[in-house]
């Protein structure tokens, strides 16, 4: 998430709502537009029992200082919920903005968006995007109030070029794409065929060039993109160019392969033509199946796996020993990658995943990042733990080779959920941060090898949030990795059973050990979380705080 909004859009939210599906994910809500937010305000931070105050809301756009929202309503520990349902004209990105103090949380058709729920100072505010296609939506807003000053704001509004399911095009009197387009339109089929014309009045027929713009929604893969053209072409996703042709030709096709995640992506094509006939067509599909059988095996003739591999094959196993050799005829033994995916069931619990290579190795289980030792190494072992539901998961492993001996395996175990039930460590799933990127770094020791810091300011802070696989008492104990721990008053909350609980340690005293926080009853309902502030009462700037894993140990029922 990453803040990129103006108070100035506070100020347009009467406008934005009008342009959003928003509602109660709860019932499956009728097509409709409200009006107003259905807002509901309780006396404790939990949302529950009857509503003390109950009210339509043209916006969430609130700033109660001190005060409350209403006369029924206490000044501190108090919590509220709006829903809303409108309908959406056309499908494209929507940016969801918020900013609390304390807790907020979002969801979006029942997918739970931003979860802030924790404590928070009214200057961290928060942003994410979400693709809505055309039609009706609901959102859900929920909010508490601990002690001290009361705000609440969400905006949401379209985001990019809105085109949706269109691509946006612009059409140039130069083959260049220099200066201002003379022409834009919408087009719904990227397969054009103007032969000896023009796309339109004040285009040339000959030396134009063209652009063309579009957001799409992809589910995780690899994906083949085919172009066929007369005339010069270059392909970009998310603004990588993965295809440069810029160049005269007769009617050609070309092909270029990358890896997706599920997410949203922006594609965009841009065109040359000169003297020739002129068209440009476009498509994508899958490459490859993730198998349940064997692993889809990428090699790559250089040490950063791209986005067309020179041999594609099903390995049965990580489990690889080459030597000084090449993993196969064509590819080099020295300076070359590989990629491998599956989709592997598992039955529920927690499972570390343990990698030993020579040289640097990357690991995801369901597009979350486990392991990250991108950098050479002699096949010393790393590990990422993860909970994973009952179901299929899928695992991607990434290597590559520098020089002399080439070594990559991959093994998973199942944990003893009686003994340690969960460790979340950095960059694990259940792990999130806050604040920019580039305030973040990364220490190579600590807990499973990798810990993160950053220096003591406002707006940093970081979560580890447990699927615990049941109801239980569990002790909490969180590790103090060496090095970037200067702070002598690092501010660790608990939240369990809807209480926080908050905690000052002394890094500095506690290098390289487990921390517990004590012994509390947890309801595992995913609600739950050790929370840790970069904010200290050092003066800002002055010591840095370090983030490594969190343990919950199974003490009973």
């Known amino acids: 998430m990453t803040v990129r909004f103006l108070w100035r859009t506070i100020l347009v939210s009467t406008l934005v709502v009008s342009l959003l599906a928003i509602g109660r994910p709860a019932i499956a809500a009728p097509a409709r537009d409200d009006t107003t937010w259905h807002a509901e305000y309780f006396n404790n931070i939990t949302l529950s029992g009857k509503p003390a105050l109950v009210r339509e809301e043209a916006i969430i756009a609130h700033n109660w200082k001190l005060g409350s929202p209403g006369p029924s309503v206490r000044a501190d520990n108090f919590s509220a919920r709006w829903t809303r349902t409108m309908e959406l004209g056309y499908s494209g990105n929507y940016r969801v903005y918020i900013n609390s103090d304390d807790g907020m949380r979002v969801w979006v058709d029942d997918i739970l968006a931003i979860d802030n729920w924790f404590d928070r100072q009214d200057a961290w505010s928060t942003t994410v995007d979400v693709y809505l296609a055309a039609g009706t939506h609901r959102f859900k807003v929920e909010y508490y109030e601990h002690v001290g000053a009361a705000l609440a704001y969400v905006v949401i509004q379209p985001e990019g070029d809105g085109t949706g399911a269109f691509w946006h095009a612009e059409y140039?009197?130069?083959?260049?794409?220099?200066?201002?387009?003379?022409?834009?339109?919408?087009?719904?089929?990227?397969?054009?065929?103007?032969?000896?014309g023009s796309p339109g009045q004040w285009i040339p027929a000959r030396w134009f060039s063209?652009?063309?713009?579009?957001?799409?929604?992809?589910?995780?893969g690899t994906y083949q993109f085919v172009v066929t053209t007369e005339g010069g072409v270059r392909l970009y996703v998310d603004d990588v160019l993965i295809l440069d042709q810029w160049h005269e030709t007769d009617k050609t096709a070309y092909t270029a392969s990358m890896a997706l995640t599920t997410a949203v992506h922006r594609v965009r094509l841009e065109y040359m033509d000169t003297w020739r006939n002129a068209s440009i067509s476009l498509r994508w599909q899958p490459v490859g199946i993730i198998s349940a059988t064997a692993w889809q095996g990428e090699y790559f003739g250089s040490e950063t796996p791209g986005t067309t591999p020179i041999m594609v094959r099903a390995d049965r196993a990580i489990d690889f020993d080459w030597g000084t050799n090449a993993p196969a005829?064509?590819?080099?033994?020295?300076?070359?990658?590989?990629r491998w995916t599956r989709s592997l069931s598992f039955t529920p619990g927690y499972y570390r995943f343990t990698t030993v290579t020579d040289?640097?190795?990357r690991l995801w289980v369901d597009d979350k990042l486990l392991v990250d030792q991108w950098v050479p190494n002699d096949g010393k072992p790393f590990f990422g733990d993860a909970y994973l539901a009952a179901g299929l998961h899928a695992v991607k492993m990434e290597y590559y080779n520098l020089t002399g001996k080439a070594m990559a395996r991959l093994t998973w175990t199942k944990m003893n959920t009686t003994d340690t039930t969960a460790i979340v460590d950095d960059g694990a799933l259940g792990f999130t941060t806050g604040g920019a990127t580039s305030g973040w770094r990364t220490a190579y020791y600590g807990y499973g090898g990798r810990s993160r810091w950053t220096d003591n300011r406002a707006g940093f802070w970081a979560r580890w949030t447990p699927a615990l696989p049941r109801p239980a008492h569990y002790e909490v104990l969180v590790y103090i990795p060496g090095g970037t721990n200067r702070t002598t008053s690092a501010h660790y909350y608990l939240r369990h059973e809807g209480e926080v609980v908050e905690f000052k340690i002394d890094q500095r005293?506690?290098?390289?050990?487990w921390v517990s926080?004590?012994?509390?009853t947890f309801n595992?309902?995913?609600?739950?979380?050790?929370?840790?502030?970069?904010?200290?009462?050092?003066?800002?700037g002055t010591r840095t705080v370090g983030f490594d894993a969190v343990k919950w140990v199974y003490r009973g029922p």
Do not use: C, M
């Open 172 to 196: 140039f009197v130069n083959p260049d794409l220099e200066d201002d387009p003379g022409l834009t339109d919408s087009v719904s089929d990227l397969s054009l065929n103007w032969g000896s």
């Open 210 to 220: 063209a652009r063309f713009t579009r957001d799409v929604i992809f589910s995780a």
């Open 517 to 520: 926080l004590g012994t509390y």
């Open 524 to 540: 595992a309902n995913n609600t739950e979380f050790v929370h840790l502030d970069a904010v200290t009462s050092e003066p800002a």
């Open 359 to 361: 040289d640097g190795v």
């Open 329 to 338: 005829t064509g590819l080099p033994s020295e300076h070359w990658s590989a």
């Open 509 to 513: 005293a506690k290098a390289g050990q």
